[in-house]
């Protein structure tokens, strides 16, 4: 039988946590591992450092509004992504690390994290969303059509 898949999305601000790590080792024990990196607390700090405006977060994630914008959020996940790679690879836990965007005849397009993962959800046999406990309520309600979805919080 092949080995089952599972797709984890995980919070900006979780990523770098011993915990963390410690949960994906167990899951790759079990599955095939795709790992969706985020980003967002990062890309607002970097828009404010930049004088950018933080700006709209609607349904589908962050709304920009120029080239410059798009780039430093991508740059911010891209960071994340190599960076959680090195974790992952120190540790010697096998997955691979993605970012949430498509690529829709050469055009990039950002997507929100849950956004994606709801986009993942068919070809997944079990999909997660690590988050921070003041988040879980709100995510454990969004994803609550979705049995697939596990939604885990993770203390500050």
Known sequence: MPRRNCFVKI????????DVHEWISELAKEYFMVVCIG????????????GLPVGVHGPLGRETATLEERQLARNILEQNQARFQDVLAEKGIPA??????????????????????LTAYLGFDIL?????????????EYFADYPKIKVRGFPP
Request: hydrophobic share 40%.
């Open 39 to 50: 980003g967002g607390t990062q890309i607002n700090q970097a828009f404010m450092r930049a």
């Open 96 to 117: 691979s690390v993605v970012i949430p965007e498509l690529d829709v005849a050469t055009v990039t397009c950002p997507v929100n994290g849950d956004q994606y993962t």
């Open 11 to 18: 919070s900006g601000d979780l990523f770098l946590r011993d």
């Open 128 to 140: 997660y969303v690590a988050t921070t406990k003041d988040r879980l309520a709100a995510k454990q």
